[in-house]
């Protein structure tokens, strides 16, 4: 009798601490790296970097930043309630020819603080291939 009231014990102390959501906003992206491959010079450099707010409350993001102007992202300007998802659009400059890594800065009200996205790829000439 004790060991069913220990394994009982046991499995719901177990399935509560699963079914827990993170308190508070909490965004969670698709991937953290946004690799565009080889990309085509003057082609459309827009792609969409795809996030769920896994969290409690309503998630707001405040600010979008880059490591240069070449890259722009276009952040979500409404909160994302809990268990919603969003998009941010990022453009990167596709009239500069070689090889990029930038980053973006996402900066929102989950309490872990910024995220980070790594932009990679490689502007090629479509005249060599």
Known sequence: MKKLIYLTA?????SSVNAQKPNGPV??????????????????GTKMLKF???????LIITEC??????????????????GGSDSIKVIYDTQRLGAF??????????????SY??????????KKN
């Open 65 to 82: 930043l880059t490591t240069c102007g070449c890259t722009m992202p276009v952040c979500p300007q409404k909160p994302i309630m809990p």
């Open 52 to 58: 769920t707010n896994v969290g409690t409350e309503p």
């Open 27 to 44: 965004i969670k992206f698709e991937t953290e790296e946004l690799n565009y491959g080889d990309i085509i010079y003057g082609s459309d």
């Open 101 to 114: 890594n930038k980053s973006i800065t996402i900066n929102s009200n989950d309490p872990a603080g910024s």
């Open 117 to 126: 996205i790594q932009v990679k790829g490689n502007v090629i000439d479509s």
């Open 10 to 14: 046991l499995v719901f102390a177990l």
